[in-house]
């Protein structure tokens, strides 16, 4: 019954732990999630760990009926968002549900609630915790999603509206087989353009050096601050954010597959993709209780030994405003899809893109990519 759900702040150790590991209860019967090492979760979620929380201040709540807990959510306010974008809004995020619409709307409501007693004038979400992690609800395209995006059921959408959320922003991610590329000579089309833009344009290219790779990461967070300053929603990364992207990427990234592009010794703009680590999680599927140790070898032995990782995910690139229609991100993509395939893998996805962004979903289909998943911002004034 309805007068049998709790909702309680997150506020011990224990609490924070069961809120952490509630996704390993929820999605259990769902072949399409796929469980992330328990670490990775904590690291997001633990204000100890995540460096976001320098600057977020907010609560975690859980839903209890019958001793059993049933949902949870987060809700806060990212202080650099709202100077950053001159807004007044909070967020809500970490939001998971059993598929029962009331105890939804009491999740939501109390986000709402705790973000309207602190006087802000909306609410915006899901994030999980800004928009260098986990953004939007998935709406289509329910299918396993690739290293460090969202997968949540579909019937969230339908709670989320019910509670009178409406849409904010839409992003997209791009499929395109590195097969069908090749067999339909795309690469080699895109790279005969490039040279000539190349040549026009008086731009550069070169792959990372692998003996410098702290060094190539600083590179990246001058470029993709200054890159990604305009764009809705984008707050600049911290050091320690660096830091943070550094470690979950940094033991994964191949030099092969991270570009740098120059106008005139200028460094312009990067590209990175990265293996889709979750084709190897998917096999193992980490869990509570299973010494990491364990998963972390066999996710090595599914990577390395049995090779079944197969496609790349291109979770970061950017081109610096003042370089932009010259051809800087034509350049990047050619080599980055020339190099997936060189590498052998057989797909890519490229995302997010803000539906917004007309110059990069462009970009992307004229590169043969397709949409394949959509993901949503909801908001709510106060």
């Given at each position: 019954?309805?007068?049998?759900?709790?909702?309680?702040?997150?506020?011990?150790?224990?609490?924070?732990?069961?809120?952490?590991?509630?996704?390993?209860?929820?999605?259990?019967?769902?072949?399409?999630?796929?469980?992330p090492l328990v670490s990775m979760r904590r690291d997001v979620l633990d204000k100890k760990r995540n460096p976001a929380w320098d600057y977020l201040d907010g609560d975690y709540f859980c839903a209890w009926r019958n001793g059993q807990l049933v949902g949870t959510v987060a809700a806060f306010i990212n202080q650099r968002h709202n100077e950053y974008h001159?807004?007044?809004?909070?967020?809500?995020?970490?939001?998971?549900?059993?598929?029962?619409?009331?105890?939804?709307?009491?999740?939501?409501?109390?986000?709402?609630?705790?973000?309207?007693?602190?006087?802000?004038?909306?609410?915006?979400?899901?994030?999980?915790?800004?928009?260098?992690?986990?953004?939007?609800?998935?709406?289509?395209?329910?299918?396993?999603?690739?290293?460090?995006?969202?997968?949540?059921?579909?019937?969230?959408?339908?709670?989320?509206?019910?509670?009178?959320?409406?849409?904010?922003?839409?992003?997209?991610?791009?499929?395109?087989?590195?097969?069908?590329?090749?067999?339909?000579?795309?690469?080699?089309?895109?790279?005969?353009?490039?040279?000539?833009?190349?040549?026009?344009?008086?731009?550069?290219?070169?792959?990372?050096?692998?003996?410098?790779?702290?060094?190539?990461?600083?590179?990246?967070?001058?470029?993709?601050?200054?890159a990604w300053e305009k764009n809705w929603g984008f707050v600049p990364l911290t050091e320690r954010e660096l830091d943070m992207v550094v470690e979950a990427l940094g033991m994964i990234v191949d030099p092969r597959m991270l570009f740098f592009a120059s106008v005139e010794d200028d460094p312009a703009g990067f590209i990175l993709a990265v293996p889709d680590?979750?084709?190897?999680?998917?096999?193992?599927?980490?869990?509570?209780?299973?010494?990491?140790?364990?998963?972390?070898?066999?996710?090595?032995?599914?990577?390395?030994?049995?090779?079944?990782?197969?496609?790349?995910?291109?979770?970061?690139?950017?081109?610096?405003?003042?370089?932009?229609?010259?051809?800087?991100?034509?350049?990047?993509?050619?080599?980055?899809?020339?190099?997936?395939?060189?590498?052998?893998?057989?797909?890519?996805?490229?995302?997010?893109?803000?539906?917004?962004?007309?110059?990069?979903?462009?970009?992307?289909?004229?590169?043969?990519?397709?949409?394949?998943?959509?993901?949503?911002?909801?908001?709510?004034?106060?």
């Amino acid at each position: 019954m309805a007068t049998d759900i709790e909702i309680r702040k997150v506020e011990t150790a224990q609490d924070l732990r069961s809120f952490i590991e509630f996704p390993w209860t929820l999605y259990k019967n769902d072949p399409n999630w796929i469980p992330p090492l328990v670490s990775m979760r904590r690291d997001v979620l633990d204000k100890k760990r995540n460096p976001a929380w320098d600057y977020l201040d907010g609560d975690y709540f859980c839903a209890w009926r019958n001793g059993q807990l049933v949902g949870t959510v987060a809700a806060f306010i990212n202080q650099r968002h709202n100077e950053y974008h001159n807004e007044h809004i909070g967020w809500f995020g970490a939001f998971e549900t059993i598929e029962d619409e009331h105890i939804a709307h009491k999740l939501l409501d109390t986000a709402t609630d705790w973000v309207r007693a602190k006087g802000y004038a909306a609410i915006r979400g899901p994030q999980t915790l800004t928009t260098h992690e986990e953004v939007g609800l998935l709406i289509d395209g329910f299918t396993p999603p690739v290293l460090q995006m969202v997968y949540n059921p579909p019937y969230y959408r339908g709670f989320i509206e019910s509670a009178d959320f409406h849409k904010s922003m839409d992003m997209y991610s791009f499929f395109l087989s590195s097969d069908q590329a090749a067999e339909g000579g795309l690469n080699g089309r895109l790279m005969r353009i490039a040279q000539s833009i190349m040549k026009r344009n008086k731009i550069t290219i070169r792959q990372a050096n692998p003996r410098n790779m702290r060094s190539e990461f600083e590179l990246i967070k001058d470029i993709y601050n200054s890159a990604w300053e305009k764009n809705w929603g984008f707050v600049p990364l911290t050091e320690r954010e660096l830091d943070m992207v550094v470690e979950a990427l940094g033991m994964i990234v191949d030099p092969r597959m991270l570009f740098f592009a120059s106008v005139e010794d200028d460094p312009a703009g990067f590209i990175l993709a990265v293996p889709d680590m979750n084709q190897a999680f998917q096999r193992v599927r980490p869990h509570p209780g299973v010494p990491e140790i364990l998963s972390l070898l066999q996710v090595v032995w599914h990577w390395k030994v049995r090779h079944v990782i197969d496609g790349v995910r291109v979770p970061l690139m950017g081109v610096k405003t003042k370089y932009r229609g010259r051809g800087v991100d034509a350049v990047m993509y050619s080599h980055i899809l020339e190099s997936v395939i060189n590498c052998g893998y057989k797909n890519s996805d490229s995302g997010w893109i803000l539906a917004t962004n007309e110059a990069m979903v462009s970009i992307a289909q004229n590169f043969g990519s397709q949409i394949y998943k959509t993901y949503r911002l909801y908001e709510k004034a106060l």
